[in-house]
């Protein structure tokens, strides 16, 4: 978008190839957030936990946080004190709340709300591929495909600009949609495949069966550019499409169309199959990832013009935002913080001895369950996120945060979060301040400061800098974003994101860069990966198989419905921001417990009627709206409001084991009627 700052700050779309001139709602609406009236203007600090926020100097609320941390790490050491990230943050204050994390503080408990998103997808991809970029291939390739496969993803909800992109009826391409409800997106799809919630593992072991039996996969490739396909094959045998059929309830005409689709688009200008949250974010979100990679390699898709395969990143750094180190496990440049080398070379840019660098901490569901508990972080400092509203089982995250001895929360608004803190710090906003930002296609993108942030707010460098002067480094926390950038470049060199050849001034000329950009390389960096080769030591891609599994919590006679969550048009994640615009607020004033009218009927509820949503972990309530677009086994909730109307006061955090993942996708419970 452009911004013009003459008479307040006017949004006008660019004609950029993502978007081509298009935003959404929330773009048209996002000025409305710089208006003084709906922000945090002033630091505010409670003296006790019982006594109310109140107004005082950013020097009082700086030495209060600085002392706290001392108290705290004095008495219990460093790992007392965590840090909560967001995949928000510019990919400078990724890289440099990551070192404050790890050098000013000394801790190894650092994750971020990204952890919620794009976990599954990111090891799915590490794993197959040796890398992790949401689309490895610009976005325009999705606008000539012949066939576009979106699992468990709504964009035209979710992503308009996105969705403009895709298939239209008429236009002689094919769009395949799985997902348990009739969404927008799936309303337009050539072939609607609706799973039962927890079953897109199963789903997708039955498309790669009927690709094998069918004579559909690419063996010539399969061969040249892969290894594990005997073993996908075998688990892919025991998934015949009656079976699969039985497990997600999608009939077996309907998954052999789609396979039909998927084969014939590959000599109509290419295939892709593409991941969202609604694969990814459960208790074996990982493997459902691999499973539909496996698909994609069988096709003989990743690596070929305007094929692939790839998951669809959903916050606004997604990507650049988990690649810098505010991730538990991770180093700058997407280096693995376990790895020697990569210690010794961040180690080196930051001047530090590598064996004072802390190893690997508590991933995001891990981290918020042991706050304040024996042996778990006692104070904790937020940028930019709202786990109060955001993270799964939220009830318990919100008596995790009652225990610590100190919170302190940096953010835009006076979020649910920050409410419950000891200390908070009004930041300035994304018209307000420079930095860079890395889109879904892993394209690197400058932004510029439009306008000066009100009096009395600070960016979040300038906060994470006073901290760690205060802290006792002089040294080292600029906040400056061109002087950050520049140490991010040094030390992401050499990793799996490379942004050491991203040059400042082709990126304010817009000019575009895609990461892995080494020095030396071509400027443009590498918009398209996997061309030649993989980036796995051997240089092939990896099938990795595993059985489908239930999900972590299944139905039963008390709790006799899925529960399913996900965005909306209006809004946004937990809505601390987008709650407060006029305009968006207009449009989606509330939630609402979308369900079956056959299911209202048992409940003898009717339209607009209030609802409880009930689980084994708590109670939400909305109003029901009544849709013959959802399954009658399965009910559907925003997860974008707070106190009682949080989704994620019901949600499981059954964790995926090898992402951190939680299961917000699916769980078990039963409606009431909320009577007075």
């Given at each position: ?34 208006d003084p009236g709906v922000r945090l203007a002033t630091p505010l600090m409670r003296d006790r936990r019982d006594a109310p926020l109140r107004p005082v100097t950013w020097d009082a609320a700086l030495d209060r946080i600085a002392a706290e941390v001392r108290r705290i790490r004095d008495a219990h050491g460093p790992d007392a004190v965590a840090v909560f990230g967001g995949g928000g943050l ?338 300035a906003q994304w018209a307000e301040e420079d930095g860079t930002m890395t889109n879904l296609e892993g394209r690197v993108l400058l932004r510029r400061r439009a306008v000066d942030p009100p009096p009395g707010v600070r960016t979040d460098l300038e906060v994470i800098s006073a901290l760690a002067r205060r802290l006792g480094h002089r040294d080292g926390f600029p906040a400056d974003p061109a ?194």
């Amino acid at each position: 978008m452009w911004l013009h700052p003459d008479d307040g700050v006017a949004v006008e779309p660019r004609d950029f190839p993502t978007n081509r001139g298009g935003l959404c709602q929330k773009g048209w609406a996002a000025a409305e957030l710089l208006d003084p009236g709906v922000r945090l203007a002033t630091p505010l600090m409670r003296d006790r936990r019982d006594a109310p926020l109140r107004p005082v100097t950013w020097d009082a609320a700086l030495d209060r946080i600085a002392a706290e941390v001392r108290r705290i790490r004095d008495a219990h050491g460093p790992d007392a004190v965590a840090v909560f990230g967001g995949g928000g943050l510019t990919n400078e204050k990724a890289y440099l709340l990551g070192k404050f994390a790890r050098v000013a503080l000394g801790t190894a408990n650092i994750d971020y709300n990204g952890r919620f998103c794009m976990s599954s997808a990111a090891a799915a991809a590490g794993r197959a591929f040796g890398i992790d970029r949401g689309l490895p291939f610009p976005l325009t390739d999705v606008g000539t495909a012949g066939t576009v496969m979106l699992v468990g993803a709504n964009p035209a909800e979710t992503m308009p600009p996105l969705a403009g992109h895709l298939p239209r009826p008429g236009d002689g391409r094919a769009l395949v949609v799985a997902d348990p409800r009739s969404t927008p997106t799936a309303r337009a799809a050539t072939v609607h495949l609706q799973p039962a919630p927890g079953t897109d593992l199963a789903l997708a072991y039955g498309l790669l069966h009927l690709v094998i039996a069918r004579g559909l996969a690419d063996h010539a490739y399969i061969a040249a550019r892969t290894t594990g396909f005997e073993e996908a094959r075998r688990v892919a045998a025991g998934y015949w499409p009656a079976r699969v059929e039985r497990i997600t309830g999608v009939p077996a005409s309907a998954l052999e169309t789609a396979v039909e689709l998927l084969a014939a688009g590959r000599s109509r200008g290419g295939t892709l199959v593409l991941t969202g949250r609604g694969a990814e974010q459960h208790s074996k979100g990982t493997d459902t990832v691999h499973a539909f990679i496996n698909l994609a390699l069988a096709l003989g898709l990743p690596g070929r013009p305007g094929c692939g395969f790839g998951s669809l990143t959903g916050q606004g750094n997604g990507q650049g935002g988990r690649e810098h180190g505010q991730k538990a496990d991770q180093l700058p440049g997407y280096r693995r913080i376990d790895d020697p080398d990569a210690r010794r070379h961040v180690a080196r840019v930051w001047g530090v001895d590598e064996a004072d660098l802390p190893g690997p901490g508590l991933p995001a569901r891990e981290l918020l369950n042991a706050l304040g508990t024996p042996g778990g972080p006692r104070a904790l400092l937020v940028f930019g996120s709202n786990p109060v509203v955001s993270a799964p089982d939220a009830g318990r995250v919100q008596r995790r945060l009652a225990a610590l001895d100190f919170l302190a929360v940096t953010d835009l608004v006076r979020s649910e979060t920050a409410e419950h803190a000891d200390v908070v710090l009004p930041a300035a906003q994304w018209a307000e301040e420079d930095g860079t930002m890395t889109n879904l296609e892993g394209r690197v993108l400058l932004r510029r400061r439009a306008v000066d942030p009100p009096p009395g707010v600070r960016t979040d460098l300038e906060v994470i800098s006073a901290l760690a002067r205060r802290l006792g480094h002089r040294d080292g926390f600029p906040a400056d974003p061109a002087e950050v950038f520049a140490e991010l470049r040094r030390a992401s060199a050499g990793g799996v994101a490379d942004y050491s050849g991203v040059r400042p001034d082709r990126l304010a000329a817009g000019e575009p860069v895609y990461w892995p950009c080494p020095a030396g390389g071509p400027p443009e960096g590498t918009p398209r990966l996997f061309a030649d080769r993989f980036c796995t030591p051997d240089g092939r891609a990896r099938f990795v198989a595993a059985e489908h599994r239930p999900a972590a919590e299944e139905t039963d006679e008390t709790f006799p419905c899925h529960l399913t969550t996900g965005r909306i048009l209006a809004q946004y994640q937990s809505g601390a921001q987008t709650r407060r615009s006029p305009t968006l607020r207009e449009a989606a004033p509330e939630p609402y417990v979308e369900m079956h009218p056959l299911l209202a009927e048992r409940l003898g509820c009717a339209d607009g009627d209030p609802v409880r949503v009930v689980s084994r972990r708590g109670t939400a309530r909305a109003p029901a709206r009544l849709t013959e677009r959802i399954r009658l086994d399965t009910v559907f909730m925003p997860f974008h409001w707070a106190g009682e109307q949080r989704a994620n006061l019901v949600t499981n955090s059954a964790p995926d084991p090898v992402s951190g993942m939680p299961e917000f996708k699916v769980c078990a419970v039963r409606l009431e009627r909320d009577r007075p």
